[in-house]
């Protein structure tokens, strides 16, 4: 995992680099700004591969790559191939060719891979680290878009450039959503937990985890007809995010079972979450295709993953806790909150 780090740390100096170089050697004035800022903005994003070559030194980052080695190979092609791109002498290089060659390094850095990494920088931060590399590449667009020399191609370089980052975002979205309700499925989930976990474990700071249950889903679905069940589970997981607040997330854990993760959550704060959920649900007006009421409530258990008991990165130990909670719910009566429970446990608790 470091040495995939390390590429991307090198290829964001590379393309510093070369941004620094145009700036020095561009023919338009108006271009040199442009580039000197690009150059800047590589530079920030080396921090976010530092920091994070920092914390997986210490053991604080999760490794969530399945394929190591096929990873860093795909990374060291693109860092090859950037390298080739970029001349030893940027002085005799026109200003289209300068546009080229940016065009063709963002192009090549736009690949998905680089949208996963970013996920382990900071837990639910990936999105403001997306939203600042969007800004970086509508930058050279625009570039591209008033400068080429040729307007024509200009236009089909910044459209190849802003389908590349639009098409590669769909991909980590359809990979990491469900279809039906546009929340994260368990995959994109395990991927947060993990990372959440492991920052909760560094900052030694409280993070709450609620496993929701539809009460009685299969009757809803032999009453009423899976469409039904369909609507019932949408209604569900609108109620869910109408009632977390926006540092929490929310996914479908799997069939009609849902997963709230809630950053520097104790346990007090995490049963009134947990109650909440469940009066929110309580609240739905859901309807049949001829109007008959459709009975809907939720089951909800949790947990609270506490840094200061012990290490907190038994992952299976702390859903194991929560899915305890829910179970210990839906045999209290169903429509209610089971005990949120510290992990690990406090030295004497039971």
């Known amino acids: 995992m470091r040495s995939i780090l390390e590429t991307c740390i090198a290829m964001d100096e590379l393309t510093s680099t070369a941004y ?3 700036a020095r050697h561009a023919a338009n004035p108006e271009l040199i700004p442009v580039f000197e800022r690009l150059a800047v903005e590589e530079r920030d994003h080396l921090g976010w591969w530092t920091g994070l070559i920092e914390a997986w030194d210490r053991g604080l980052v999760p490794d969530i790559v399945n394929d190591t080695e096929g990873l860093e190979r795909h990374l060291k092609q693109i860092h090859a191939e950037i390298a080739v791109l970029v001349p030893d002498d940027m002085a005799a290089v026109t200003d289209d060719m300068m546009l080229d060659i940016a065009a063709r390094m963002e192009f090549l850095m736009t690949d998905p891979v680089f949208g996963e990494l970013l996920e382990l920088t900071e837990p639910g931060g990936a999105r403001t680290h997306r939203a600042a590399y969007a800004r970086h590449l509508e930058r050279i667009v625009n570039a591209i878009e008033m400068y080429y020399g040729r307007p024509d191609l200009g236009r089909f370089l910044a459209g ?6 639009r098409d590669n975002l769909a991909l980590t979205t359809y990979a990491t959503r469900d279809p039906l309700t546009a929340l994260h499925n368990r995959r994109g989930l395990m991927t947060y ?3 959440w976990v492991s920052w909760a474990d560094r900052y030694r700071r409280p993070l709450g985890l609620l496993l929701v249950d539809v009460d009685d889903f299969k009757k809803i679905n032999d009453n009423f007809g899976q469409a039904v069940g369909d609507l019932a589970l949408k209604a569900v997981a609108s109620a869910l995010e109408q009632a977390i607040r926006g540092s929490d ?3 479908r854990y799997g069939g009609d079972e849902f997963a709230i993760v809630a950053p520097e959550s104790d346990d007090i704060e995490m049963a009134a979450l947990a109650q909440r959920l469940v009066d929110s649900v309580a609240g739905l007006a859901l309807l049949d295709w001829d109007g008959t009421a459709v009975p ?3 089951s909800v258990g949790g947990a609270v993953l506490s840094p200061a008991n012990g290490p907190g990165d ?3 130990g702390f859903l194991a806790l929560a899915n305890r909670s829910l179970y210990e719910a839906k045999q209290d009566g ?3 909150v089971g005990h949120v429970a510290a ?3 406090a030295f004497g608790d039971t």
């Open 20 to 22: 620094e170089s145009m």
């Open 160 to 165: 190849v450039i802003r389908r590349a980052w």
């Open 193 to 195: 937990l993990e990372q």
């Open 249 to 251: 997330f929310v996914a």
């Open 296 to 298: 809907l409530g939720i």
């Open 314 to 316: 038994d992952m299976d």
């Open 334 to 336: 169903k429509a209610r």
């Open 343 to 345: 992990f690990p446990a």
